[in-house]
């Protein structure tokens, strides 16, 4: 009786599997189709080979793609396959699979839609309000208990160069080949950064609590981009442990905001 209930749950698995696997090469093509065009997981299961099952699976997740492969598509999942990473989708069959191999060769990326974008900016805005597992609110988002310059700085974390050099260095970018961390640093170094306070780059700094037990608190301004004096300025908030001064996360609205 048992081995007929497993003998029975293995089936229906494979069932699934079988169905998993045969969208997988609707989707990527026949070069993931045995020659008989399925995959034999009934058999699998009838005979009770797992190890035949594992077999299946890897052949069917690490094929890798050939010329002889992708001539083996249709000319519209050809098209399918070039039309997800912008490429064109005109010419014959055979320049088109010439086309499909050299971008797989290349490994040109799946265009992102705009739908996908915006879901990756929210989920990485998200994780930079994320502070040791504790959710913090959104900065561009609390009305009430903002305090300015003349009354907020005398409760201003002690944040020393070294605490900005840490963070700096612990996220650091690369913008065409400079480190952004080397060049915040230099532009410290030659007095860039107060330059720019002294030209009023900085609008007035201001700071929230969240809440009295929190142990963050939030700076937030607007700052000229250095280039583009003219545009609109960009929104900037900082987040920092009150007690030590470490900064733990921050952001703005320019082109590297997310980086």
């Known amino acids: ?66 010329l002889d492969l992708f001539s083996l598509w249709k000319k519209t999942q050809l098209q399918d396959y070039l039309k997800e990473r912008e490429l064109p989708v005109t010419g014959t069959k055979a320049e088109l699979v010439a086309l499909a191999f050299a971008a797989w060769t290349m490994k040109v990326p799946v265009k992102v839609t705009d739908q996908e974008k915006k879901a990756q900016k929210a989920a990485a805005y998200h994780s930079l309000l994320t502070i040791n597992g504790k959710q913090l609110p959104d900065p561009f988002t609390l009305v009430d208990g903002w305090e300015g310059e003349e009354t907020g700085r005398l409760k201003w974390p002690c944040t020393m160069m070294d ?50 037990a929190c142990a963050y608190c939030f700076l937030k301004t607007k700052c000229r981009p250095s280039f583009a004096v003219h545009d609109e300025p960009h929104d900037v908030w900082v987040c920092i442990q009150k007690e030590t001064g470490s900064v733990e996360s921050a952001f703005c609205t320019c082109f590297a905001g997310y980086g």
Request: glycine share 4%; charged share 15%.
């Open 1 to 66: 009786m048992c081995q007929y209930m497993w003998q029975q749950q293995l089936f229906s698995l494979s069932k699934l599997y079988t169905f998993y696997f045969y969208c997988i090469s609707v989707h990527l093509g026949p070069s993931l189709r045995f020659p008989t065009g399925y995959f034999p997981l009934h058999w699998a299961a009838s005979t009770g080979s797992l190890p035949y099952l594992t077999f299946i699976v890897r052949m069917a997740t690490s094929n890798p793609m050939t």
């Open 163 to 212: 605490d900005i050099s840490v963070f700096l260095e612990k996220h650091d970018v690369v913008i065409g080949q400079a480190s952004l961390h080397k060049r915040l640093l230099s532009d410290y170094k030659e007095g860039k950064a107060f330059s720019y306070f002294a030209s009023n780059f900085l609008f007035e700094v201001l700071y929230h609590p969240v809440e009295d």
